[in-house]
C-alpha cells in the first residue's frame, strides 16, 4: 500500500511546471510555423521575381531587335542589367555567339536554349530554371538569319538573399524564444500564486487552524474557488463546536437523570423499601427520568437519523385534522395541570406528507408551546384554509416572553435553548425544533415563527391542502 501511494506521489505533476512547458512549447511551434512559411513565402517570391526579370530582360531585347538595327542600343540594355546580375546571349542556329561577342558559353547551356527554342512558334517565349539559373529563350532574327535570344539570371543572388533573411530571422525567433519562455514563467508564476496561497491555507485548516482566510480575488475562478474554501472553513468550525457542544450537552443531559435515579433507587432501598407511600414516590421519580432519559436517547436519535436522510419518507394523503385532534388528545392530561388549550380546527382538511414525522413535528412544536407559554398556561392551536384552498396553515402560539428578533434565526439550531426567558424547567433536549426544521425541510414545505418580546410567539408550518381522494385520471 505505501508503495503504491509513492507512486501516485511521484506521478503528480506541477500546474506550474505543467503550464510553463505548454507555453514554451506553444511559443516554440508558433516560431517555427513561422519560419516555415516565411521561408517558403520568400523563397518563392524572390524566384518569382527573377522570373518576372528575366522575361522584362528579354521582351526589352526582343523589341529592340524587332525595330533597329541591332548595335549600341543592345549593347546598352545588356551591359545595364548585366550590373544586376542578368546575362544575355544572342546564338545562332548552329550555336555559334554571335552578341556579344567574344564571350564563352557553355555547350550544355547553348545546346539546352536551343532545345528550348526548337519547340516554339513564331513569337513565343519559353522561360525555365535549369543549372542554377533562372532563363528566358526566344526566337529572333539577326541580320535577316534566325537565333535564339537566351537571357540567364543566377538563383544564387536569391538563394544568398534567402538564407541571410533565414539566419536574421533565427536569431530574432530566438531572442523571441527566451523572451516567451520569460514571460511563461512569469504567467505561470502569476496564475499559480493564488493556487499556491489557497493549499498553503488549506493546510492550516487541516491542522485546525480556523482563523485562516482564502483571499484571492486576482481570477474569477480563483476568487469563488476561495469563496467555496470560506464556506467550506466556515462549516468544519461550526461541526466542530457542534461536536463538542453535543458532547458537553449530552453528557450534562445523561448525568443529571441517571444520578437521579440512582439516588431514589439507594433510598428505596435503604430507607423507603417498607413505606409503601415514600416508596411510591420514590420510584415514581426513578420512572419520570427513566422517560426523560428515554426521551433524550430518543431525540438524539430522532435528530441523527432525520439529519443523515436515513429514514425515507412515506408520502401519504391523510386527514390533518383528525390527525391533529388525536395528537391534541394526548395532551389532555395538561388540563388537569390547569393548561389551557383553545382551538380553531377547520373540519376534514387533507393533505399529503409523512404522517409519521408531521406527527414528529406537531408534537414538538406543541410541547415547545407547552414548556414556554405564559403564566396563564394557555395554548393557541390553529388549522386554517388559505383563501385559495391551496394551503393549509397550521399555527401554534404560546403567551410566554417571547423571543428576542436576533435570537430568532438561532432557536431551530440543535441544543439552543433561551434559558432565561421561560417561566418554569424546561423539559426536553433542546433537539425539538432543530428536528421540526431537517422534517420541513425535507417536505420542502414553509415554516417559521413570529414572536414579540412580551407577547409570546406563534410557529406556525404551511401544508399543501389536498382532496381527500386523487382526483379520476
Not at 425541510?441 to 417559521?448: A, C, K, M, N, V
Request: net charge negative.
Amino acid at each position: 500500500m505505501k508503495s503504491e501511494k509513492t507512486v501516485k506521489k511521484l506521478k503528480l505533476k506541477s500546474v506550474n511546471n505543467v503550464m510553463f512547458a505548454y507555453f514554451c512549447i506553444l511559443s516554440a511551434l508558433i516560431l517555427v510555423l513561422v519560419d516555415v512559411v516565411f521561408f517558403i513565402i520568400v523563397s518563392t517570391s524572390l524566384g518569382n521575381q527573377a522570373r518576372n526579370r528575366v522575361v522584362t530582360v528579354g521582351n526589352e531585347a526582343v523589341k529592340i531587335l524587332e525595330h533597329t538595327p541591332q548595335g549600341e542600343l543592345l549593347d546598352s540594355l545588356f551591359l545595364r542589367y548585366r550590373e544586376e546580375g542578368i546575362i544575355s546571349y544572342i546564338f545562332s542556329a548552329d550555336g555559334n555567339v554571335l552578341h556579344p561577342l567574344g564571350v564563352e558559353v557553355s555547350a550544355s547551356r547553348i545546346e539546352e536554349a536551343l532545345s528550348y527554342a526548337s519547340k516554339l512558334s513564331n513569337g513565343a517565349d519559353a522561360a525555365y530554371n535549369s543549372g542554377g539559373f533562372m532563363n528566358f529563350c526566344t526566337n529572333v532574327n539577326v541580320d535577316g538569319g534566325e537565333g535564339v535570344l537566351l537571357v540567364s539570371c543566377s538563383l544564387g543572388i536569391v538563394r544568398d538573399t534567402v538564407t541571410s533573411l533565414q539566419i536574421y530571422l533565427l536569431l530574432i525567433s530566438g531572442i523571441v524564444l527566451v523572451l516567451a519562455f520569460v514571460i511563461a514563467y512569469s504567467i505561470s508564476q502569476k496564475l499559480t500564486r493564488g493556487l499556491k496561497s489557497l493549499s498553503d491555507s488549506a493546510v492550516k485548516l487541516a491542522k485546525g487552524d480556523y482563523s485562516v482566510k482564502f483571499v484571492n480575488v486576482d481570477y474569477k475562478e480563483v476568487a469563488q474557488l476561495s469563496d467555496t474554501l470560506n464556506e467550506m472553513r466556515d462549516e468544519v468550525k461550526k461541526s466542530g463546536d457542534f461536536q463538542r457542544e453535543i458532547l458537553a450537552n449530552v453528557t450534562h443531559d445523561l448525568k443529571t437523570p441517571l444520578t437521579m435515579i440512582k439516588a431514589y433507587a439507594s433510598m428505596v432501598k435503604e430507607i423507603s423499601g417498607d413505606n409503601p407511600e415514600k416508596r411510591d414516590k420514590h420510584l415514581q421519580v426513578i420512572i419520570d427520568e427513566a422517560d426523560r432519559l428515554t426521551g433524550l436517547v430518543n431525540d438524539v436519535l430522532s435528530v441523527s437519523k432525520v439529519s443523515s436522510n436515513l429514514g425515507d419518507l412515506n408520502i401519504k394523503v391523510f386527514n390533518l385534522t383528525e390527525f391533529l385532534y388525536g395528537i391534541i388528545g394526548k395532551f389532555g392530561y395538561l388540563q388537569e395541570s390547569g393548561y389551557n388549550l383553545m382551538l380553531d380546527i377547520d373540519p376534514d382538511r387533507y393533505t399529503r406528507a409523512d404522517e409519521e414525522k408531521i406527527g414528529q413535528v406537531i408534537y414538538n412544536l406543541m410541547g415547545n408551546a407547552v414548556n414556554y407559554t405564559g403564566e396563564d398556561k394557555t395554548v393557541y392551536i390553529s388549522l386554517k384554509t388559505s383563501m385559495d384552498g391551496q394551503r393549509l396553515k397550521l399555527s401554534i402560539r404560546d403567551t410566554g416572553k417571547g423571543i428576542p428578533q436576533n435570537e430568532l434565526p438561532n432557536i431551530w439550531e440543535r441544543y439552543y435553548r433561551l434559558e432565561k426567558e421561560h417561566v418554569r424547567p424546561v423539559k426536553g433536549t433542546g433537539l425539538g425544533l432543530n428536528i421540526v426544521k431537517v422534517i420541513l425541510q425535507s417536505h420542502s414545505f414553509d415554516f417559521g415563527v413570529d414572536s414579540e418580546v412580551g407577547k409570546g410567539s406563534t410557529f406556525w408550518v404551511d401544508f399543501p391542502c389536498v382532496p381527500s381522494t386523487p382526483p379520476s385520471q
